[in-house]
């Protein structure tokens, strides 16, 4: 049972180590046990941490409830849910606190808290009608104390047959250095068992069995018959062979043939003498589908002769076969196209009639769900490619590519699996396999095999060329450079362990990294700044980061949270949405496409399927997804004939329509329904470009040979109809689709157009029919109401809630070339990674007047080192027959597309003349400078191959793939670039943000964990007319491996407050405290705020120097111009200034950390600073005059104040002359703003100068 008392509640082993480390601790458990006599009136029941600063770390903040309903609940469950690998398995002490961090202790609310469970607070348990206030929790476990044994002998091979494949096994144990129950110790991280794959010696080989005899050529007369035999041979021993002859013949069928034997209990022999025909005996039957409507035109076969139609099925799904007689068991076979065919028996009873229900199930086109990975080998060793389909009929047929050219089956004796050996030269490049059914085919991602000569080094020993920026005021002499070579490794595969080489996917991979680094030393003219720099390169393990795909879900139209929505992939439910509608979805290691399918609990929005693009370098990728906001369902009578209109936009004709025959309405078992219909049919309409974003998968489908193309659409729909207790989901039969001719502005795609449907597991479009012309009334809201027109007719069933196209393929194809830059000077070696450009196709031609350019596709993809490459719709004769919209995100960040006003100039824009005026160049904002920067419109001109200026980018026909994608750098692209100015970000250990697997273990390296990210911010405000530039100087502080050493520097620019006058602030990144890479014990970065030009400090938040004297050593702040402290370890929030977030991807963690930091809370986003709240230093920045007097027109003016000002300065530099230490704080250049603030300058000269003259009056004396 809990008490209502406040307790303090820690396991010994915590305890232990917090009394062996904070001697203290006597003194603030007595501080503690007066707190809790005092506090025993209040109820409240929390877990509060102890005293264990420098011993272990602490989670970071979860909030996953908000206290709406029954209360606040952050159940432990709910959190690893969220988040799987954040919170370890048996945490020792739980910290809880309000969002507006009040300690739940301080609350005088009634909350319960449990290691096991987590915490919870219960609204009506509050006295006086109190609701729960909104808490976040965060958890404290214990260090890492265990360690593993040594290895075990490898065990005998699992099998003894003769050319197997076994499994061999080791194993280790995992001990504890700590003395306590075992179910409170640390595990080891690893596995307890090794396996590894054994081989036999091959089989010899031999002759099968002889099959039986084949049924006689003949019945009657003289036939002959044959049985075979077959030569195992076990894979790998094509030299050996089996002696003698594979197959036997005989004679057989002597007996002379009548002219018919068949012998009729019942009925009379059929004329061809096949079956005994009863007449006047009748089978019924009826066939619907799994979702319980009735299937028309399925063709019935009596299963002895599955040539000959003996019956169809009508608009009921109902048939019927007469004369099978009542004394046979009939079997018979139905089929229909999109179903599998099935086959059933049927037996007729004394009557003479007989009856069959079948159920058929929809077919389903081959779909890979394991694709071949990329292998590295060395000569003369073997190699395994696996792929695996699923579909309905299961598919079974499975061919392997080479370079594009099939493979021999009877060579490589391969099915859903290849396997390689005695690896020559010659078979390295790119395979992938093709998988067909009865319904299609589809191919696999291509794998690409690297095959490494004997004894050549897999990972060239050379690092290559890496520049970095240096800080400004960084110039190295003798070169004027502002850029250094630190050397980095290529990220090429390494052959690595042969232990799972036949395995898809190798056992431990290895590739091409750091295998020594050594400091050197920078000549920065007037200081040294130290570099970790790459001098060796080897082959690695492999860093496996974790791949994120996170992001929102919103409505279209109001941008409403999707709260708590379902998240599916595949068939399986992976997830929830927040209750903002967030969502984090961790992408197994083997995808290579993932579809995701949001569904709305609620039903208020459609069902909205997501192919999402994601870096395989690990991280997280942001996407912003929109979703349908479904139409209010409307009353329509189901024996009537129903019209709805698709696409009504006031002023403008509707796109098309669906018409629903009378008495078309079935339950899912199959019976009619009569009587009211909810219908809702929600149409996502082209002309409307704000609802591209909306669009749900990614507009492609499989032709017959298994390739990927794209579709262009004309309108997407969602129908949901429901009985009258809006219950039940109904299905339909064939309804028709009218496509109004006038809204397709090319002729050339009327023939091409189909109707489609999106299937919900694959994100793939799959054809429903073809249309067909009529000439129909149109109607609508638009403006010719009642007139003849042309019509585009398909007809469609619908049997489950799927979204539905009307889409034409569209061959002319091409890529766009698109980079990100950090800046607007676009440097090479300033290229973004990770960042999504998104393209919008529009409609070709102008036709409506609230819209003239409709939408027809959107894509994105996602930039790597060397840009990205964007699918896209083009034209050769016409270079405005399609246009494109284009923008840039990272982490929910718009970037600036290259300016377009007020001149056109191509060194910006990145494409030369005269390409960039047939190109069309323009900027949202090139004809209204009150639009945004954040996208750019061009007009997609297929390159003419003749014209040399055009084949140098940025479009590429879509043939030249590979050259858009290895295009150089100074070849014609398109541009972005982050807002973000006078930001400089410099770290000793040099890391890729957008690169996980760049991550290099050392002891200075600002990132001291690749699986888990953590940025701190500190809020600094400035109160004076202009924005300045702040520095953040990080040294090791309490770890002796670091401790006076340089982690890194940060520069930033501070931000305007709009709202107030004379006031801005900068969020400034540190480095955060905690354990280094090694996990064993923490340092406290020393940390110094610099703000450049004519600062003085003028104020510190209370709680945060409040926390610095708690938690010693307190660093001195004598210098009025900057400020020392020891980073906190604990992530404070923003009552103290201080932002922490933590996550797997260090730029989301920054964004967000930033976004909380500009707002000035601890759970909100803003990108309008706000220097009125969450404030840690206030530094006064006044400017100075340019006219002030001189020192001689002073003491003429006011000699009495100038000489009392005088000797304050003097005092104050006496002072300093005694504490000040040898400086390392960076100078700032003159070019950016004084090197040295003014007032600083002058105090250094004018102590200069005292220095001097007692030594002149020394010497006099």
């Known amino acids: 049972m809990w008490r209502s008392v406040k307790l303090f509640i820690v396991l010994p082993i915590v305890m232990t180590l917090a009394l062996a480390r904070d001697p203290s601790w006597n003194e603030s458990r007595s501080q503690k046990r007066r707190q809790v006599d005092r506090g025993r009136k209040q109820r409240y029941n929390v877990l509060l941490e ?104 490898w065990g005998p091979c699992s099998t003894n047959a003769c050319s197997d494949v076994g499994i061999q096994v ?67 021993t094509d030299g050996q062979h089996c002696v003698g002859r594979p197959a036997e013949l005989q004679k057989c069928g002597k007996s002379p043939c009548p002219a018919c034997l068949r ?135 499975y061919y392997w590519y080479h370079n594009g050219t099939l493979l021999d089956r009877q060579v490589y004796k391969y099915d859903a699996d290849l396997i390689l050996r005695d690896l020559k030269p010659w078979q390295a490049g790119q395979y992938h396999c093709k998988v067909s059914n009865e319904m299609g085919a589809i191919k696999s991602s291509t794998a690409h095999l690297s095959i490494m000569a004997k004894g050549k080094p897999a990972c060239a020993t050379k690092p290559e060329d890496h520049l970095i920026r240096l800080p400004i005021d960084c110039v190295q002499p003798g ?23 036949l395995r898809c996917k190798d056992g431990s991979g290895y590739c091409c990294g750091v295998k020594r680094m050594e400091t050197q030393e920078i000549n920065c003219g007037s200081y040294t700044l130290p570099i970790r720099a790459v001098v060796e390169c080897g082959c690695q393990k492999c860093i496996q980061p974790k791949v994120l795909v996170r992001g929102r879900v919103v409505a279209a139209d109001t941008g409403e949270p999707l709260r708590f929505g379902h998240i599916y992939i595949g068939k399986d439910r992976v997830g929830t949405t927040g209750y903002q509608g967030s969502f984090t979805i961790a992408v197994p290691s083997d995808t290579k496409r993932l579809v995701v399918n949001f569904v709305d609990r609620m039903q208020k929005f459609i069902d909205t399927v997501k192919v999402f693009i994601f870096d395989k370098k690990g991280g997280a990728v942001y996407h912003d997804v929109k979703v349908m906001r479904k139409q209010e369902p409307i009353n329509i009578n189901s024996v009537e004939t ?69 579709l262009r659409t004309y309108g997407m729909f969602s129908v949901d109809f429901r009985d009258q207790s809006h219950q039940e989901v109904l299905g339909t039969g064939k309804v028709q689709v009218y496509l109004d001719t006038e809204h ?169 003349q005269p390409y960039l005026d047939k190109i069309g160049y323009q900027r949202t904002d090139h004809e209204d400078p009150a639009l945004k920067k954040t996208a750019f419109k061009i007009n997609l001109a297929k390159p003419d191959p003749n014209n040399v200026e055009e084949t140098n980018g940025p479009i590429y026909p879509y043939q030249n793939l590979i050259d858009c994608e290895n295009a150089p750098v100074d070849a014609n692209h398109f541009r ?67 401790r006076g050493q340089l982690y890194g520097i940060r520069d930033i620019r501070s931000t305007r407050d709009m709202r107030l006058a004379n006031s801005s602030a900068a969020c400034l990144e540190f480095k955060c405290s905690g354990m280094l890479y090694d996990q064993d014990m923490v340092d406290r970065s020393l940390i110094a705020v610099i703000p450049q030009g004519n600062c003085r400090r003028a104020g510190i938040n209370n709680l945060l120097q409040e926390y610095l004297v708690k938690h010693p050593p307190l660093m001195q702040n004598n210098e009025s111009h900057v400020f020392n402290m020891l980073a906190p370890v604990d992530p404070l929030g923003h009552n103290y200034g201080i932002y922490t977030v933590t996550d797997q991807n260090p730029r989301l963690a920054k964004e967000i950390a930033i976004g909380r930091c500009f707002d000035g809370t601890s759970d909100g986003f803003s990108r309008e600073m706000k220097t009125d709240s969450g404030v840690a230093l206030t530094f006064a920045c006044p400017e100075r005059p340019i006219t002030r007097e001189s020192l001689f027109q002073r003491l003429q003016t006011n000699p009495a104040q100038t000489l009392s000002q005088m000797a304050r300065d003097m005092r104050e530099s006496r002072g300093q002359q005694v504490r000040r230490a040898p400086s390392q704080v960076v100078a700032y250049p003159s070019g950016a703003g004084s090197r040295i603030p003014i007032s600083q300058s002058r105090r250094i000269q004018g102590t200069a100068g005292r220095r001097r003259t007692p030594t002149r009056g020394q010497a006099q004396q």
């Open 263 to 397: 012998m009729c209990s019942e009925g009379r022999v059929s004329d061809d003498c096949s079956r005994c025909v009863c007449d006047g005996h009748v089978l019924r039957g009826e066939v619907f589908s799994t979702t319980g409507g009735p299937i028309t035109g399925a063709r019935v076969f009596l299963s002895n002769q599955p040539k000959i139609i003996r019956a169809r099925t009508n608009a009921k799904g109902l048939f019927q076969i007469t004369g099978v007689c009542s004394s046979n068991e009939t079997r018979i076979t139905i089929r229909r196209e999109k179903f599998i065919p099935v086959t059933l028996s049927a037996f007729s009873n004394s009557t003479g009639m007989a009856s069959v229900r079948a159920f058929l199930q929809s077919a389903e086109r081959p779909y890979i769900v394991k694709h071949p990975e990329d292998k590295v080998r060395y000569e003369g060793q073997r190699v395994a490619f696996c792929c695996q389909a699923t579909g309905l009929p299961m598919p079974e047929k």
């Open 976 to 1042: 972005f670039f982050r807002v973000e100015k006078d930001k400089y970000e410099y770290n000793v250990v040099p890391f890729q943000e957008s690169d996980l697997t760049s991550w290099t273990g050392d002891y200075l390296s600002w990132w001291p964990n690749p699986q888990e990210f953590r940025a701190c911010y500190i809020k600094v405000k400035i109160n004076g007319p202009v924005e300045v530039m702040v520095r953040s100087r990080n040294l090791g502080g309490s770890h002796p491996r670091t």
């Open 50 to 153: 102890p005293q264990t600063t420098g011993v272990m770390e602490w989670t970071s903040w979860f909030n996953i409830d908000h206290p709406g309903g029954n209360g606040d609940y952050e159940r432990l469950e709910a959190i690893r849910f969220y988040y799987r690998e954040r919170v370890c398995m048996r945490p020792v002490a739980m910290e809880a606190r309000t969002t507006d961090w009040v300690p739940a202790g301080d609350t005088g609310e009634v909350v319960h808290s449990s290691l096991d469970q987590g915490f919870w607070c219960i609204n009506k348990e509050q006295a006086n009608g109190r609701l729960c206030s909104n808490y976040h929790v965060r958890f404290q476990c214990l260090p890492e104390q265990a360690y593993w044994t040594q290895w075990s002998a």
């Open 642 to 710: 129903t019209t709805i209109y698709l696409g009504e936009i006031k002023g403008e004709d509707p796109i098309g329509k669906i018409v629903i025959p009378p008495n078309s309405f079935h339950k899912s078992s199959g019976e009619v329904y009569e009587g009211t219909v909810k219908a809702s049919v929600t149409f996502l309409d082209p002309r409307n470009i704000t609802t591209a974003s909306a669009a749900p998968g990614d507009l492609n489908f499989v032709d017959d040979e298994g390739d990927m193309f794209p």
């Open 744 to 912: 397709v502005k090319m002729p050339e795609h009327i023939p091409k157009m189909k109707l489609w449907s999106l299937n919900p597991d694959t994100g793939i479009w799959e054809e429903e029919s073809d249309f067909n012309f009529a000439q129909a009334t149109g109607g609508g809201s638009g403006r010719s109401k009642r007139e003849e027109r042309t019509f585009l007719i398909g007809n469609m069933e619908i049997r489950e809630r799927r979204l539905f196209n009307l889409d034409v393929p569209e061959s002319r194809r091409c890529y766009v070339k698109v980079r990100a830059y950090m800046s607007d000077k676009f440097l090479s070696s300033e290229q973004l990674e990770g960042v999504v450009i998104s393209l919008i196709n529009l409609e070709p031609m102008a036709g409506y007047s609230s819209n003239p350019r409709a939408w027809g596709r959107f894509d994105s993809v996602i930039t790597g080192s060397n840009g990205a490459c964007l699918p896209a719709f083009c034209d050769a004769l016409r270079p405005d027959a399609y246009t494109a919209y284009v923008t840039a995100t990272m982490g929910g960040e718009e970037l600036e597309a290259a300016a377009s006003s007020p001149k056109m100039n191509p060194n910006i824009i990145g494409v030369a």
């Open 170 to 236: 080791r194993q280790r144990n995992c001990q504890s250095s700590q003395s306590g129950p075992a179910l409170r110790l640390p595990l080891c991280e690893g596995k307890s068992m090794e396996r590894r794959q054994c081989e036999t010696p091959p089989c010899p080989a031999k002759w099968s069995p002889w099959g039986p005899w084949a049924p006689c050529t003949v019945t009657c007369g003289k036939g002959h018959q044959v049985r075979r035999r077959t030569c195992v041979k076990p894979s790998g």
């Open 479 to 501: 070169t004027d450079s502002l850029f250094y070579n630190t050397g980095r490794c290529p990220h090429n595969m390494c052959a690595g362990s042969m232990d799972f080489d």
